[in-house]
């Protein structure tokens, strides 16, 4: 008599109690084991001998105990050192470029045309200001650090960094991996998101894209060196001034490092409890990194990377800008009513409406929070003879940027929290659009967007009420 | 009735059907006084949900006494079918540690409807047992008890399997998790006093107090058995330069973490060789199948290897 069905699903249940569990991973453990051995009888590598002794004594010095981090942290200030005294040259000269030649000649063009003002004020002096400014600041710094980066990669050293560095991201719940792209973070935040994609368990992914963002990015250095030197620098005796600013800056750098060590732990054992985590990282052999071909790539993808965002965000920051402050409503213009409008909420944490406004038109671009300063400032306190009038950008000499300060009426503590604040304020709209696009989560976007927001506003917020309490 | 009390009321009737359920299989007798301490509610407000839920057929009361009627059985089932399902889920798919599981599926059990648990069955591919190695219903309320006994019971020389591993107290339970026991572990028992327990397993000595014992089950292996795992020890064991060969992953570890493992191409019979320790200490590099991989202490804990001479490891190379 046959069975029924009822009886073989009776008859399989049964068995299923018996079997237990794990009966799918242990067949597919048989299963890649069977393969695994098949494939280690019959498989041959003639002829090919692994370089493992010289891999072996290269790791042997780059992870020891006694020279591991000393040289670590030797190649990592060479880098830096490279990329921050090698790029002022090209910066002066795109500038130069740019600024200096380009913009009169479309100035003078646009006169001859016969352009009426407010249109070659809102192209030229808003839009294509905008652009130039984020091109030449931002350009030499990353087709520096980005292809030396890369060398570092290709030859292999990077996941040797991950591996030292490993425990202590481990006790803040990360990922070791995750030193690299707070590494790459330090040249821009939007390339660091992109760069997490190496970290591939999702829990450690999130954090190091959430923490990117307290990596001080190349497009905030020139803000804290400036107001360091400015402020800082201008404390201490003239020949000390140079290494205190100096001193200044990396100590903001090591305070985000901290932030994000503590965020990271904070993240992993509050929101992003329960999430998957799992652990690998492959050390690949060290191979001679190809030099010019990743010069060339790195360069090329970069340039037009930065040449893309400044074109599709810094644009419309630009036209916006200098709309703001060409169009009036009574006596003012709009952005003065904005600046009056938030000054209270300025006064609170340390800082004033102008400064907050420049953060608000900078969302596209850290580099034109200065030049946005500086300008507006001019703008709302009627001086003549400075700047190129209004909504139109410019930089000027150490001496000038510190009287229109005053004029602005800053203290050491309006310096000291505008270093605070660029270090903890939303990242730019590139990065909060990557975070999406990596992420493909609104949540996590917005947390990323906010917390470090909300964490600047409170840490400047105490500063300020500390400081005028002593 | 306003929706939160009625959410309330679940959880109570819930609770209290699971707690009269456990004593069932426990053999012992439900009282008022052990219903109120296992909800935390007072006397009078357990004496009003008894009698709520009698009235809806879930009890029988006789006097003082109560019981189960089929109808409160199969739902006090569908709850404890819920709840391992739950720990299932959160031990497979999630990161939660050991310790979080239990409270975290008593909070979700009785926020899931019959579709909702069936979704969640299926999802997981149906599984017998949720992670402490009790049985998980069946739809229909049935299934195999684990039929394993305390470790206390057993004798000096008795080989046995680890079937249960009892989660609460949660104080205990994470020194048992602590330990590095799991379901499945095949031990050899050396010592059984009142003083402590004594056992091997893995190349590894595990000494417990019995208060932590009783709450281990296990079924005894036949005399001639073989231990899957004698002579074995972890991973991490290995010092830079030596190697061993992989007997097994630990069955703890599962879901991605697992598969990781496989595709790195971790699988019995693997050549394992510890290269390098990080200089902060961890993780550790190990040559795989001629890749450089590093893992961190609590990943090579996972891995049994045996280790293998210096000789052997000449003849392989």
Known sequence: MNP????????????????GNNFHEQLMETIYTEAAQIADRSVTYPGKKPRFDLDRTIDGIVTSRLWGFPLMILLFTVVF????????????????????????MLKTGAATIGLPWWLSGLLIDGMYLATAWVVSVMLPPMAIFFPLFTLLEDFGYLPRVAFNLDNWFKKSGAHGKQALTMMMG????????????????????????????????NGRWPTQILIATLFIGAMVPAQLAGLISALAVVGVALLGVMLSFGVSWSLSKSVLK????????????????????????????????????????????????WLGANIHVGNLSLVEYLINFLNPLGWLIGL????????IVAIPANEIVIPTILMLTVLTSNLSGVGDGAGIMFQTDQVETMALFKTGGWTLLTGLNL???????????????????????????????????????????????????? | MNKLTDTTERIFSEDALKHIYECEQEHRRPTMQSVAGSVQITLGKTADLLTKMASRNLLQMKGEEFQLTDEGRDYALQIVRAHRLWERYLADETGFAETEWHEL?????????????????????????????DPIPTAKGEFVPHGGQPLTVMSVGDMARIVHLEDEPETVYAQIVA???????????????????????????????????????????????????????????????QSGKVVNISPTCRGPERRRFMDLGILPGTLITAEMRSPSGDPTAYRIRGALIALRHEQGNLINVKRKGKNDNDNQQ
């Not at chain 1, 730019?428 to 609104?442: A, F, Q």
């Not at chain 2, 599926?105 to 190695?133: C, W």
């Not at chain 2, 379901?183 to 397993?201: N, W």
Request: proline share 7%; aromatic share 10%; charged share 15%.
């Open chain 2, 179 to 241: 330990e590095g026991l799991y379901v499945g572990l095949e031990v050899r028992l050396t010592e059984i006093s009142p003083e402590r327990i004594r056992f091997r397993s893995n190349g590894n000595e595990y000494t417990l107090a019995p208060v932590f014992a009783l709450n281990i089950s296990a079924v005894p292996l036949p005399k001639n058995h073989v231990m899957a795992s004698s002579d074995c020890e972890r991973l991490t064991c290995l010092e830079p330069g």
């Open chain 1, 81 to 104: 050192w490279i990329t921050i005294s090698g790029a002022n040259v090209p910066s002066d000269w795109i500038a130069r470029l740019l600024i200096g030649i380009i913009y009169p």
């Open chain 1, 4 to 19: 029924t069905v009822d009886d073989i699903l009776q008859t399989a249940q049964e068995l299923r109690w018996k079997v």
């Open chain 1, 274 to 321: 329960g999430e998957i985590s799992t652990f690998s990282l492959e050390l690949p052999p060290y191979r001679p990194p190809r030099i010019w071909q990743t010069i060339t790539t790195s360069m090329i993808d970069r340039t037009f990377f930065v040449l893309w965002r400044a074109v599709v965000f810094a644009m419309p920051a630009g036209a916006i800008i």
């Open chain 1, 186 to 217: 330090f040249g821009c935040n939007a390339a660091g998101m992109v760069a997490t994609r190496i970290i591939d368990s999702p829990r450690e992914r999130l954090i190091a894209m959430i923490t990117n963002n307290f990596a001080l990015c």
């Open chain 2, 105 to 133: 599926a008593d909070r979700h059990e009785h926020s899931m409807s019959p579709t909702e648990i069936e979704a969640l069955a299926a999802k997981l591919g149906h599984p017998t047992h949720d992670p402490h190695g």
């Open chain 1, 352 to 359: 004033n409406g102008i400064i907050l406004v420049a953060y």
């Open chain 1, 419 to 470: 270093m605070l604040f660029s270090l903890m304020h939303n990242p730019c709209s590139t990065t909060i659009y990557t975070m999406y696009r990596e992420s493909g989560s609104l949540k996590w976007t917005l947390v990323a967007t906010l917390l470090p927001l909300c964490m600047g506003f409170v840490v400047t917020f105490v500063v300020a009420q500390l400081w005028r309490l002593f």
